[in-house]
């Protein structure tokens, strides 16, 4: 692990989290009923039913389970293959501990997804439908865990670490040109997944790293 991220990621690393954690929470709330409720409707209705085009809905297919845990194993399994093993527990851990508390947030929220729910205007669902309620969206979350904390672990340079991250907001913007998420599902799982893979680096990676 690149010595200097490692102490980036403890220094201040939990309290992050916590106000991270914290902020997805408030757009759960800001977005569940009223204005901010239908301005999300609206921004999905915008992205889902109006600006499409068949190459971009087929891009977005095809990278979309880039956010699944299924692809996080694979990535960590390619990682242990190249001798870093401890890094790719590390990394599987955080996505792995991401992954169930997206799933028990969407047994907390029970936000309908959009193909369920009544919304004005058309509505596109161009993938098979998933479990699970809406918010918070686990697959950018998840990608994200992995992605930050294999990051840090790898001593990745920032760009490089910066385009992981631009990954996992393009798998967040699918699940919504797809049908699958709202703006605001998106949202919630990003700082989620930030807070999480913060946490983690903290609290987790340096018993496993040694």
Do not use: C
């Not at 508390?101 to 369920?116: S, V």
């Amino acid at each position: 692990m690149n010595p200097a991220i490692g102490r980036g990621a403890s220094t201040g690393g939990g309290g992050r989290a916590l106000a991270l954690g914290a902020a997805a929470l408030l757009v759960a709330a800001a977005t569940a009923r009223g204005r901010g409720r239908r301005l999300d409707d609206r921004l999905f209705g915008l992205a889902n039913g109006r600006l499409h085009h068949p190459a971009l809905d087929a891009a977005f297919g095809a990278v979309t389970e880039l956010g699944s845990l299924w692809a996080a194993a694979a990535a960590a399994g390619a990682m242990a293959a190249g001798g870093r093993r401890r890094e790719a527990a590390d990394a599987l851990g955080a996505a792995s501990a991401m992954w169930l508390l997206g799933q028990g947030l969407k047994r907390a929220f029970r936000r309908l997804r959009p193909y369920e729910a009544d919304l004005p205007g058309p509505r596109r669902l161009l993938i098979g439908r998933p479990h699970g309620a809406s918010w918070p969206s686990s697959h950018p979350a998840t990608l994200l865990a992995f992605v930050t904390v294999a990051g840090r672990d790898l001593g990745l340079s920032s760009g490089t670490g910066a385009a992981l991250r631009g990954l996992a907001a393009v798998v967040g913007g699918s699940r919504v040109v797809l049908g699958v998420h709202y703006p605001a599902d998106v949202v919630g799982g990003l700082l989620l997944g930030r807070a999480v893979a913060d946490g983690w680096s903290t609290a987790v990676s340096p018993r496993v790293l040694g």
